[in-house]
Every structure is written in structure tokens, then in C-alpha cells.
């Protein structure tokens, strides 16, 4: 199996960048783990609707290029469908199990991701209403993903 994260704007803080070295290596034992980035789009602080629009299309763009057609994408979304961790684990198995092998993670930059991007998803994962900057949910993300193959594996590394 094949899971691919890829996430707007490059991450520049050490602690970020070593939790996330350390759950790649861990994870090496059950799968391949590639994380992409993709530039982030410069604008202004403020922005109009239809600003903030474009600058979701540029970057969803950017986003796109690197999701290939056979690719499972989870767009991780607010309004996106919350799940218990064994539920995840579950659909993470059952993917494998059904000929899913290559599954790609989304996270959009600040202000989200455009509309063709969650339309390309599968589906639309959220990990609740709280917003968290989009560098720390790379972490969250690759984290969940280690304690899926941990459920999966039986080990009680889940409590």
C-alpha cells in the first residue's frame, strides 16, 4: 500500500518536520509514505470572496497535478465526515482489502481547498469543528494514519 499526503505551503518548523520524520518512519514497516507539498498562493491579508476563491482554484490547481486517476483522495475538509479512530483503521483495511492500494491525503492551505478538489475526493475527512493551522495538522494527519496500521496490527499502542 501507497499513502501520499499532499499539503499546501512548506513546512518550516523543526518540531513539525521531526514528529512527522519519526511517524514516516514508523509507518516505513507497513506501507510507503510520500508527502507532497505544493506552493502555497501569496495574497493579501484581506480578501474579498471571490479573491479568496481564486486563491483556492491556483493552489487546488497545484493539488490536483500531483493526484493520480487511480488514487483514493481523502480531502481533509471541516465539514467533512468525523470518525472514531477503529473506524478509520477499518476503512484504511477494507481500502487495501478492495484494491485501493494508493491513497492519497489532502490538506489544503489556510483558507481551504477549492471546489474541483473536493469534488475529486472519495471523501471528505474532517478531524472536528476546531481549526488548527494547516502545518500541525500534517502531524495530526500522519499520526492518525500510524494509529490506524497500529489497530489494524492489534497493537495496544490505541488504548
Known sequence: MN??????G???????????AEYQKRLSRFVKVQIVQVPDEKAPESLSPAQMEEVKDKEGERIL??????EYVYVLAIKGKERPSEEF????KDLGTYGHSDITFVIGGSLGTSKAVNQRADDLLSF???TMP?????LVLIE???????INSGSPYHK
Open 134 to 138: 494547516h502545518q500541525l495538522m500534517r
Open 144 to 150: 492518525q494514519i500510524y494509529r490506524a496500521f497500529m
Open 10 to 20: 512548506k513546512l518550516k518548523e523543526k518540531y513539525f518536520k521531526d514528529g512527522i
Open 3 to 8: 499513502i501520499k499526503i499532499v499539503c499546501v
Open 65 to 70: 497535478s500531483k493526484i493520480k486517476d487511480k
Open 128 to 130: 472536528g469543528k476546531l
Open 89 to 92: 483503521a477499518k476503512e484504511i
